[in-house]
C-alpha cells in the first residue's frame, strides 16, 4: 500500500469520523419523535423499533470531499462541517424518494424507509430532511455572506438533482434513450452534488478564484461514479453493495450498460425493455452483457472520465501533497465495490 494512499485512508477515516460526530450532535438537539426516528433509522443509528444500531452509513462521501477541499485549499476543516451536515442529509433525502420511485426494499442491506412505513411517510421522512439540510447551515457559526452562498449552492444543487432524477424516472417508459441523453441525466442526478461538495468546500476556505477547476474535476468525478455505479448495479455482489444482481434492468433503468447492450445486442431488446422480466432473463441479459464485452466497455469510460479530471488535478495551483492526494483520490474512487 503506497504512502499517499495510507495518508489519503487516515483523511477520509478522520473527516467521516467527525461528520459522523457532528451529524448525531446535531440529530441529538432535535425532537426524539416518530418522524425524526424514521430518519435515524435511515442514517443508520436505529433499527426499524427506534432502538439505538450501528449498522452500515454509506460511504458519507460527500461531505468527506467537501472538507478535504476545504483543508487543502487553506481552509478551516471544522468550518466545512455544517456543509458536510447539510450535504450528507441532501443526499439521503434523494435516496429515500428514489427508493420510493424505484419501489426499492432495501438500501445498505437494511429494509427501506417507505417499505416499511409507506409512500406517504416515505416523501414526508424525505422531505424534512431538507429542511434540515438547510437548518444546518443556518444554525452554525459561520459568517452571513457563507451561509447565504452554500444555502445558494445547495439549492441549485438540489434543483439539477431532482432536473435529473425527473429524466431518470422518464426513461423507464422509454425505449430510445442514447447516451448523450443519459450523460445529461447524470449531470443532474450525480455530478450536481458533487459540484456543490466542492464548491461549498472551497467558499468555506473562500478560495472561490479555483471555483471553475474544482466543478470541472467534480463533474468529471460525477460522470465516472455513475457509470460505476451502473456496472455494480448490474454485477455487483449483493452481499456487499445491499441490492440484489440485475436490479437496474428488474426495473427497466437505461443505465449506461443497458444502453450499450441495446445497441450491441438488438436481439435481445423485446426481453430487456418487458417490464415483467423473469430472474432467468435477468440473469441471461447480464451474461451476455458481460460476454459481449459491454462491462469492459463501460469500466474504460469510467477510466476516462476519471484521467479527465486527474488532468485538471495536475494543473491546480496547490502544493505537491495536496495534489497526489487528489490523484489517490480519483484511484480510489474507481476501486469501490459498492
Known sequence: MSEVLVRLQNEIEYISKRIEEELLSFFHRLPNDDLTNIIRYHMGWLNKNFIPEDSYKGKRLRPVLCGLICKITGGKLEDSYPAGIALELTHNFSLVHDDIQDKDLLRRGRETVWSIWGTAQGINVGDAMISLAHKAILDSGLDYYRKCRLIDILDTAIFKLCQGQFMDVSFEERQDVDIEEYLLMVQGKTCSMFEASVEMGIVVSEKEELKGQFITIARNLGLGFQILDDILGLWGDPKVTGKPVGSDLRQNKKTYPIILGLKERPEVRNIVLNKNKTEEEIEYITQLFEKSGIK???????????????????????????????????YYLESREK
Open 296 to 330: 469492459e466497455v463501460c469500466k474504460d469510460r469510467v477510466n476516462l472520465y476519471l484521467s479527465k479530471a486527474r488532468e485538471i488535478v495536475e494543473s491546480l495551483p496547490l502544493d505537491k501533497d495536496s495534489i497526489e492526494l487528489l490523484l489517490e483520490l480519483t
